[in-house]
């Protein structure tokens, strides 16, 4: 039984930082890529970054030079680092393990594998 488990969310300042994880079982996790979405309300989701099997990431315009992201493989637990956060990044942030969707890491329809949600609230 696949499962994602986000934890590190909550509340913080503008300007200030948070480190999400996801924690990965039940399937072979080196072999997915993967990537952080988030939902504001009334937003659509939308991807933050995504990461490939071979390490290589990819961010939205809007968190480069801000967020990483990052795996461990032997932990099978993904990161997001998020640094000088906005109120803008306010909302629940998914991480999502997927393959062989060409490119469309952003691409929630192309993900079967979903965490419950970690919520991030940035106050300016």
């Known amino acids: 039984q696949v499962q994602l488990v986000e934890s590190g969310g909550g509340s913080v300042q503008a300007g200030g930082s948070l480190r999400l994880s996801c924690a990965a079982s039940?399937?072979?996790?080196?072999?997915?890529?993967m990537t952080w979405f988030r939902q504001a309300p009334g937003k659509e989701r939308e991807g933050v970054a995504g990461i490939e099997i071979d390490g290589t990431a990819t961010y939205a315009d809007s968190v480069k030079g801000r967020f990483t992201i990052s795996k461990d493989n032997t932990q099978n637990t993904l990161y997001l680092q998020m640094n000088s956060l906005k109120p803008e990044d306010t909302g629940m942030y998914y991480c999502?393990?997927?393959?062989?969707?060409?490119?469309?890491?952003?691409?929630?329809?192309?993900?079967?594998?979903w965490g419950q949600g970690t919520q991030v609230t940035v106050s300016s």
């Open positions: 999502a393990a997927g393959r062989g969707y060409g490119g469309r890491w952003y691409d929630p329809r192309l993900f079967p594998y």
């Open positions: 039940g399937y072979t996790y080196s072999r997915y890529s």
